[in-house]
């Protein structure tokens, strides 16, 4: 073991001389990376300008649009009461909601909560991992209280505290990155035991600097490339997850437009109007899709070898 | 080798124990009484004074830690106060279902996946492991209840092949049995193949460059005997450690699969207890499927003997 650390650390080392100067070229020519940004980016344009997107609101309903086919015309009432004339592009639902609108609304929500969750896990996992790495009384109890987190099914953690806490926007992000936060302890700690013997960190060490120094200022920076990575698949499974849970009906509220929620809505009438399930369906996966093109080409581009690491 | 055996079974209870706590703690940690979060929103008032003496509620958070550890090693994982049964009847009788869909699944994920992973492998870069590869990222990212409803979509509403839903017992007979089983285990095997196809084929390419291999063709072996002997089996461990891993993916699938498919499995009591709020099953199903989790991982474990003779334990 000690043996092939040591060889990780050479090849690494000499691998980033090489690198550096091109890193950033390298992930721009990536053809994975190319996509997957290109369509987040418009994904992110769709949910900031979902409301001049020819969108109602959301919530809005009528019962005489009920069940429309996509392209359907119908009518829909504001909240001030008033009757307006509405195509509705992806058909309406049982309520005589515009799906179109829903779909669109509920890329604001996905796209939060796999940022999110991506940053609240990375940020647990960051702090525990370099406790465990750097702090060797901790190391032992720690690990194995991450290795108890991981032995559970992790959307079984998330349906668990949901269910505990009753959905929102917070708790479901916090319940879908606790089960995340073992993972990134892990690569951090494993990160860190192995930047802690380049020489770099013996001079500090010997020049007597600070260990929180050491760990901020020495530690931490070589530690981003890998981080990236993983937060983006941990964004990934996160809009997933949120997806799940709100489709099994343990996940954000009902009257908040989610893709689950409009999904686990169709459920009852999916023999007739298949497209309720499927329009939201079509966004979830172009969008986890495209967030883990992303991720891979990231980490091709980024490190090779991380490929076996994580 | 009963040493390491010994070993191993000892290292997997601190895991045991620490998954044991933590599902305890889930619960007396939150805000409220406990005794009124166990019972559920349906319990009376009897209900949750009886909990409350029974689990020594008025203790210290060790001492009730104690007495849950207790029962739990007697076999008694509380009872369902939504469903008026206890917890490990209950399990029992969803038992089936759920082994019968994640047995018929890995069976599925295996044969598919080990083969497409070395034949990719054998013909790196060709549109074969092109395809490959596409198909594992899709995998990864199409949701498996959209997946799901276009099965059903597709095979059962459309083509009227299959049965939209539900499920009948073994001892209804075979085909029924699987004729509700098969969509639902296709469509949950699917990440589980991205996921073992892509570890073979990366595995089964290692071991493509080793001199054994060379060595192997330079003799004249056939193409099958090289790819299937030489170079599949050198490249059986981390496959198996892939799919002992790959169990929490399906674990999770099994909670969607079954929900969709309308399967009376551990899935679908899990989703109804977590609606129902019923804590004490949610407990019971959460411990289960962490100690399958850990049971499988250590017998994957044990299996790296079996496919690799130079490990010795």
């Known amino acids: ?310 | 080798m009963f040493s390491f055996l010994a070993r191993r079974l000892l290292s997997t209870l601190p895991v045991l124990l620490i998954v044991s706590v933590l599902v305890f703690l889930l619960l007396r940690l939150t805000p409220g009484d406990p005794a009124a979060v166990l019972a559920g929103d349906t319990a009376s008032t009897d209900q949750i004074a009886q909990i409350r003496t029974h689990l020594g509620l008025d203790r210290s958070i060790p001492a009730q830690f104690a007495i849950w550890f207790g029962h739990l090693l007697g076999g008694d994982l509380g009872e369902s106060f939504y469903y008026k049964a206890k917890v490990t009847t209950l399990i029992a009788q969803r038992l089936e279902p759920t082994l019968s869909l994640a047995l018929i699944t890995i069976t599925i994920a295996v044969l598919v996946a080990v083969p497409l992973g070395v034949l990719a492998a054998w013909r790196f870069g060709g549109w074969l492991d092109r395809c490959l590869m596409g198909f594992s990222v899709l995998g990864f990212s199409v949701p498996i209840f959209v997946l799901a409803y276009l099965m059903i979509w597709l095979v059962s509403i459309k083509l009227g092949w299959l049965p939209v839903q539900g499920y009948r017992r073994l001892a209804d007979g075979l085909v029924p049995y699987l004729s509700h089983l098969v969509l639902p285990a296709l469509t949950l095997s699917v990440v589980y193949i991205a996921l073992i196809a892509r570890v073979t084929r990366a595995s089964v390419l290692e071991t493509l460059g080793e001199d054994y291999i060379r060595t192997a063709r330079a003799k004249g072996l056939p193409e099958r005997t090289v790819l299937l002997r030489h170079a599949l089996a050198n490249a059986a461990v981390p496959i198996a450690t892939v799919i002992g891993i790959g169990i929490a993916l399906l674990i999770g699938g099994v909670v969607v699969t079954e929900s969709v498919f309308a399967i009376p499995g551990l899935g679908r009591l899990t989703v109804d207890a977590v609606l129902a709020r019923d804590f004490p099953t949610i407990q019971g199903v959460i411990l289960l499927f962490s100690f399958i989790y850990v049971a499988v991982n250590l017998l994957v474990d044990l299996s790296y003997v079996f496919f690799d003779p130079r490990i010795r334990y």
């Open chain 1, 1 to 310: 073991m000690a043996n092939s650390t040591e060889f990780d650390s050479l090849s690494t080392e000499s691998a980033t001389v090489v690198a550096q100067p091109s890193a950033l070229a390298r992930v721009r020519a990536n053809v994975s990376v190319r996509i997957g940004s290109s369509v987040l980016l418009a994904l992110v344009l769709v949910a900031l300008l979902a409301p001049w997107l020819g969108t109602v609101d959301p919530t809005l309903f009528d019962p005489a649009s009920r069940d429309l086919l996509p392209g359907g015309q119908g009518e829909i009432t504001t909240l001030e009461g008033d009757s307006i004339k509405h195509t509705f592009l992806m058909g309406s639902d049982g309520y005589g909601r515009d799906i179109y609108s829903r779909v669109v609304y509920g890329t604001r929500v996905s796209l939060i909560v796999g940022v999110c969750t991506a940053l609240v896990a990375l940020a647990f996992g960051i702090a525990l991992g370099l406790c465990a790495g750097t702090l060797r009384r901790l190391d032992g109890p720690l690990m194995r209280v991450m290795d108890g987190v991981m032995a559970i099914p992790a959307i079984l953690i998330a349906i668990a505290l949901v269910a505990i806490w009753r959905g929102s926007l917070p708790t479901v992000v916090i319940a879908i990155a606790i089960p995340e936060i073992p993972r990134v302890t892990r690569l951090v700690r494993s990160l860190v035991l192995t930047i802690r013997e380049e020489p770099y960190v013996e001079a500090a060490i010997s020049l007597g600097t600070p260990t929180w120094k050491i760990m901020l200022r020495h530690i931490l920076p070589n530690t981003v490339a890998p981080l990236v990575v993983q937060g983006t698949f941990i964004c990934a499974s996160g809009i997933l997850v949120e997806a799940i849970l709100s489709f099994l009906g343990v996940g954000l509220p009902p009257d908040i437009a989610t893709w689950g929620n409009v999904m686990a809505e169709g459920r009852a009438q999916f023999n007739e109007f298949p497209h309720n399930i499927f329009f939201p369906g079509i966004f979830l996966a172009v969008t986890v899709l495209a967030v883990n093109m992303l991720g891979d080409g990231l980490r091709d581009s980024l490190d090779p070898k991380m490929a076996k690491r994580v």
